[in-house]
């Protein structure tokens, strides 16, 4: 007989288990009269930590869903689209850590600051600690988001000089023109935000250390926060200056109801001739009807066919002067849309750029300069600056992210509101639904009322040739682009003559080109 087999437990006893805890709960309260603020800051870290952890687990379970599908695809096809599926990666895990990053530099990097003031006028060394672990997670965070953003603005910038060139003119090569320069600009600060980052995580690195250069690190990391932001102030400004410049164009256009006041009228008399000579015709129908002889039923067939032809041109007045004043109304809807998004540019620009970024700026400069002053001494200034440029760019920050949420909630809550003219609008989701579509942070708006308002303006500046807009005016066609124009799609930016201009508005196979270069000119950013 085989003798039989005895096992082992391999698990611990419940009384070795308890003494374990005992042993942990004993460490754990042996903790200092402080530490509820190392803990809150602990608490930071971790938090944003465990955010970043998720979001990168989001960005790869969406990369994967792509990766399972192309097996099917050839190797030529593969090739081809593979950096568009790493910058699709990339830019998702972005938009995946872009609230983790707002909550840090909105509420974790300005309490480290004001914890780091508070130790250094208290002498607290454990506080001092706690402060600068949080302010490494804290930088490690911004790193972690910016370098993704460097890397997606150099690879679009990249991709749109590649469409510049191959489209040479037009729609498309202006908006990928415009749009290279813009990633480009965007590639640049990022990589100077990365190098102000990596600065600071190594000046909170030697604060946990201790080392000797601690100060000099603060130095280096004000100076490098300085430059980035005064980067992004510059930016700002420049933006402020070419929304300007185009709010005063578009506005230097005139009101259209006052512009085309002498051409409705026009439209008007000839609608009131053709309703007379209709109500002539009609009067001599009925003296024809009364009149006695041989004639009287060729003379009756003639002033029905009078009457025929009278009433048509009447009814075509009428739908032409409709048509116009619907044209007006909608090119005035146009323009004072454009200004108001010029506008709304104007101030998100001012307050979180121009105003929030140089604050920022300046902080740094303080923190440079006390740093190389005065060694590691209280600055109370230069935190003071650094949490007031901060909130004005949460500020800004939470309003874009407000409006975007509103818009894709929109979206697909009432499809019906901005649908193309013509086209069945799809079927409205349920108000939960429309929730979880409007949290979706990575996802942009597609039909909203920027494309809505493209569409309107294409078809008033487009050719006869373009179904829908055959009953144009001539007039009404001129004011719509010169609206397009002032809007920085005229024919000297599509490096076209007028005239070569004038017929891609009227190329049905450029309208989908047309109508997204309207809307990239009309985004307040």
């Known amino acids: 007989m085989s003798t039989p087999v005895h096992r082992t437990s391999t698990r611990q006893s419940s009384a070795s288990l308890l003494s374990a805890r005992r042993r942990e709960g004993s460490r754990t309260g042996s903790t200092s009269a402080r530490s509820a603020e190392r803990a809150l800051l602990a608490m930071q870290s971790r938090a944003g930590n465990r955010a970043v952890t998720a979001a990168v687990q989001r960005a790869r379970d969406t990369g994967g869903g792509g990766e399972a599908g192309s097996g099917t695809a050839s190797a030529g096809a593969k090739k081809k689209d593979y950096r568009d599926r790493i910058a699709g990666l990339l830019d998702r895990f972005k938009k995946n850590l872009e609230p983790v990053d707002t909550f840090i530099k909105g509420f974790q990097t300005p309490t480290n600051a004001a914890f780091t003031q508070q130790a250094t ?39 749109n000089m590649k469409d510049a060139r191959k489209h040479e003119s037009g729609a498309k090569h202006h908006t990928a023109n415009k749009k290279a320069r813009t990633k480009g600009t965007d590639a640049v600060v990022s990589a100077i935000s990365s190098g102000a980052y990596s600065a600071g995580i190594a000046k909170e690195a030697t604060k946990i250390q201790k080392v000797a250069e601690a100060a000099l690190a ?27 410049r185009k709010y005063k164009q578009v506005k230097g256009l005139g009101d259209p109801h006052t512009m085309h006041a002498r051409s409705l009228a026009r439209l008007g008399e000839t609608r009131e001739r053709a309703h007379w000579a ?67 540019k104007i101030g998100k620009e001012a307050v979180g750029g121009a105003v929030g970024e140089s604050t920022k700026a300046a902080a740094g400069v303080v923190t440079a300069v006390a740093a190389g002053t005065a060694g590691l001494a209280s600055n109370p200034v230069g935190w003071g600056l650094a949490g007031a440029g901060a909130g004005l760019v949460l500020t800004v920050t939470l309003y874009k992210a407000l409006r975007a949420a509103t818009k894709r909630y929109e979206e697909v809550r009432h499809p019906d509101r901005w649908a193309p003219e013509g086209e069945t609008p799809a079927e409205a989701e349920s108000r939960k639904e429309s929730l979880k579509h409007a949290l979706k942070f990575w996802k942009k708006v597609s039909k909203g009322e920027r494309q809505a308002m493209a569409r309107e303006i294409y078809a008033l500046a487009a050719g006869p040739g373009i179904s829908g807009s055959d009953r144009t005016t001539a007039e009404m066609r001129e004011s719509a682009r010169a609206l397009l124009v002032a809007l920085k799609s005229g024919p000297a930016k599509h490096k076209l003559e007028p005239e070569a201009w004038a017929e891609t508005l009227d190329d049905p196979a450029r309208s989908a080109g047309w109508i997204q270069e309207i809307a990239e000119q009309l985004a307040s950013g």
Do not use: C, F
Request: no cysteine; proline share 2%.
């Open 218 to 244: 603060s130095e280096v990391s004000g100076a490098a926060s300085a430059s980035a932001g005064a980067a992004k102030g510059a930016r700002a400004v420049l933006r402020i200056g070419g929304a300007a």
């Open 278 to 344: 209709a109500a002539e015709a009609n009067v001599a129908l009925g003296m024809y009807w009364a009149h006695e002889g041989p004639e009287r039923l060729e003379a009756v067939s003639d002033a029905i066919d009078a009457i025929w032809n009278v009433m048509g041109e009447a009814r075509d007045a009428s739908e032409n002067l409709r048509h116009a004043e619907k044209d007006v109304e909608k090119l005035s809807a146009a323009q004072e849309y454009a200004k108001k998004k010029q506008l709304t």
């Open 121 to 159: 006028v208290a002498a607290n060394e454990g506080l001092k600690h706690s402060a600068a672990a949080s302010g490494t997670a804290a930088a490690s965070g911004n790193l972690l988001t910016e370098l993704p953003g460097t890397v997606v603005s150099g690879m679009d910038a990249y991709k």
